[in-house]
T-cell receptor, first 115, second 112 residues
Framework: DGGITQSPKYLFRKEGQNVTLSCEQNLNHDAMYWYRQDPGQGLRLIYYSQIVNDFQKGDIAEGYSVSREKKESFPLTVTSAQKNPTAFYLC??????????????FGSGTRLTVV | KNQVEQSPQSLIILEGKNCTLQCNYTVSPFSNLRWYKQDTGRGPVSLTIMTFSENTKSNGRYTATLDADTKQSSLHITASQLSDSASYICVVTSGGYNKLIFGAGTRLAVHP
C-alpha cells in the first residue's frame, strides 16, 4: 500500500542533543512538508520541499533543519537551538500536478519529548 | 491576516446523536477547504474537500457545507458512533500548494 511512514513514533531528546525524525513516502509525490502540532493550536509549517535538493523555510523554521536528497525521503533534524521542541511532528506530501490542495497525505506522526 | 477559527473547542455527545462543527475563515485568495479527522496520536485523514463552487459534500455520515459568501463551513456528523471520537480540523488552502491554514480543531468525544 502507498503511504507516508514516519519513524520513530516516540522520541526522547536530552538537553543539547540533536535528533532526526524520518519521513518516507512511496506515493511518488513531488512535494513534502513538515508540520509541528501543539495542543490547542493549528498545525504550523516548519519546512517544505517541492523538488529534490531544494527546500524552503516555513513559518517556524528556527532550530530545525532538513534535507531532500531523494524524492521519497525528507528527514527533519531538531537541533539543540530549538528551545521548546516537545511537540507532535507531522510529515505530509502531495503530488503538485493538479489543483492546489488535492491529495495531501499525512504520516502518523512522531511525538518528541525533551527529558 | 489569514485565519481559520473553529468552534466549539470541544464537544461531548451521546452515541447515536447528531452534531455540527463550525469553521469560519478569513483567507484570501481561497482555493479550497478540507475537513480532516485526527485520532489521538495519529496523522489527520481527509474527510471532504470543497472548492469555491461547491456548497455541500458528503462522505458517509459526514456532510460538509461551504458558504463562500459568509466564509463559513460546517461539518455535520449523523448518527454518531464511538469511533467518531477524534479531533476535526478545518484547513483552507490559499492560492498554492504550500499555503495551508489550519484551524486549531474541535475535539469530539462520543459517549455510550
Amino acid at each position: 500500500d502507498g503511504g507516508i511512514t514516519q519513524s520513530p513514533k516516540y522520541l526522547f531528546r536530552k538537553e543539547g542533543q540533536n535528533v532526526t525524525l524520518s519521513c518516507e513516502q512511496n506515493l511518488n509525490h513531488d512535494a513534502m512538508y513538515w508540520y509541528r502540532q501543539d495542543p490547542g493550536q493549528g498545525l504550523r509549517l516548519i519546512y517544505y520541499s517541492q523538488i529534490v535538493n531544494d527546500f524552503q523555510k516555513g513559518d517556524i523554521a528556527e532550530g530545525y533543519s532538513v534535507s531532500r536528497e531523494k524524492k521519497e525521503s525528507f528527514p527533519l533534524t531538531v537541533t539543540s537551538a530549538q528551545k521548546n521542541p516537545t511537540a507532535f511532528y507531522l510529515c505530509a506530501s502531495i503530488m503538485t500536478k493538479g489543483a492546489p490542495g488535492y491529495g495531501y497525505t499525512f504520516g502518523s506522526g512522531t511525538r518528541l519529548t525533551v527529558v | 491576516k489569514n485565519q481559520v477559527e473553529q468552534s466549539p473547542q470541544s464537544l461531548i455527545i451521546l452515541e447515536g446523536k447528531n452534531c455540527t462543527l463550525q469553521c469560519n475563515y478569513t483567507v484570501s485568495p481561497f482555493s479550497n477547504l478540507r475537513w480532516y479527522k485526527q485520532d489521538t496520536g495519529r496523522g489527520p485523514v481527509s474527510l471532504t474537500i470543497m472548492t469555491f463552487s461547491e456548497n455541500t459534500k458528503s462522505n458517509g455520515r459526514y456532510t460538509a457545507t461551504l458558504d463562500a459568501d459568509t466564509k463559513q463551513s460546517s461539518l455535520h456528523i449523523t448518527a454518531s458512533q464511538l469511533s467518531d471520537s477524534a479531533s476535526y480540523i478545518c484547513v483552507v488552502t490559499s492560492g498554492g500548494y504550500n499555503k495551508l491554514i489550519f484551524g486549531a480543531g474541535t475535539r469530539l468525544a462520543v459517549h455510550p
